[in-house]
């Protein structure tokens, strides 16, 4: 049987879908509530049950009879008091993960982890699995901090004798809820937010996700780190993209660093008042005028039969999904 933590979240919930059509049997790990099914979803392959990966007794449980396992679990945020919850989940819990593999003789595991976790480069230098984790922690997202030491529990088990392989996705788009993680990109568009900024990054299907994870998963490859992205694009090309699909207008006024200074403050003290998540913080306003560029020649190389679907026709699906 197929172990998957987070399987409530965005990756989770379309690889649990993945392997549920493959036939293939899943525990299927959720800290809170049962998420919507997605549709051509096996449900008689799937065994859910609630974990939280910080309470070692019950993950153990939840490890009975099971042969490989995919850790998605993680919280991904840039709100500044999510900091401890996310430094627990994402490393205390991977840390939980890995042991019991070993303690297990699980026989593969499959690391779900980030671009974040991936050192940076100069402007105009391709971002490669090799790049060094040469930054400070003042220009480093937290969430960055927290997935780069999650991936040094990944590291300390393959040590130990674990099988396992890292994947390091670039900005996930997929279907989802419109009120999390990178899908809220789909929303903000949809209500025509006219600011964009000069940043850009790499971008990748979600499906594309889930389908690499699991060849990997299946291959004999291990020991081993994966840059996963379809290609690199500015956020201005993304959201006009997106804006297109769901015939919306889309942004035309760009924002300055000035101009997003201001706006994470305002967005903070909202979010103090209103006791919600901040929808804009100084991480993600930081963030939003870096130019990064990576290189993902490693696992096309690797998985030569492998082809991403291309990002335009990820952007017309997801669209018509949520705003059909």
């Not at 997202?141 to 393959?158: C, D, L, N, P």
């Amino acid at each position: 049987m197929i172990l998957v933590t987070g399987a409530s979240g965005l990756v989770g919930l379309h690889l649990i879908q993945y392997l549920s059509t493959q036939g293939q049997k899943v525990r299927a790990l959720y800290k809170s509530n049962l998420p919507d099914f997605l549709p051509n979803t096996n449900h008689a392959t799937i065994e859910w049950a609630p974990c939280n990966v910080l309470d070692i007794s019950e993950l153990e449980k939840n490890f009975i009879g099971i042969t490989h396992v995919y850790h998605c679990a993680a919280i991904v945020s840039y709100d500044a008091r999510m900091i401890d919850a996310m430094m627990e989940i994402n490393i205390e819990g991977t840390a939980n993960v890995v042991n019991l593999c070993l303690e297990k003789n699980i026989e593969k595991l499959v690391f779900m982890s980030s671009i974040s976790a991936i050192g940076k480069e100069n402007a105009g230098t391709l971002i490669s699995e090799k790049t060094s984790w040469n930054t400070t922690e003042y220009d480093l997202t937290q969430y960055a901090i927290s997935k780069q030491r999650a991936e040094m529990e990944v590291w300390r088990g393959i040590a130990e004798g674990l099988r396992a392989v890292i994947v390091n996705p670039a900005v996930i788009l997929g279907e989802g809820d419109v009120s999390k993680s990178s899908t809220n990109l789909f929303h903000i568009v949809h209500n025509e937010f006219p600011y964009y900024t000069k940043g850009g990054t790499a971008w990748v299907d979600v499906k594309d996700v889930v389908r690499i994870m699991v060849a990997l998963m299946q291959s004999s490859i291990e020991e081993e780190r994966f840059i996963v992205s379809a290609g690199n694009y500015s956020y201005k090309e993304i959201f006009d993209t997106m804006a297109l699909s769901m015939n919306k207008k889309g942004p035309t006024k760009l924002a300055g660093k000035w101009m997003t200074e201001i706006v994470w403050r305002i967005s903070y003290l909202k979010s103090i008042l209103s006791g919600k998540t901040a929808t804009i913080t100084r991480e993600t306003a930081r963030n939003a005028h870096e130019i990064s560029q990576y290189d993902n020649s490693k696992l096309l190389q690797a998985l030569p039969n492998f082809t991403y679907e291309a990002i335009d026709n990820t952007i017309g699906r997801v669209c018509h999904h949520l705003y059909p």
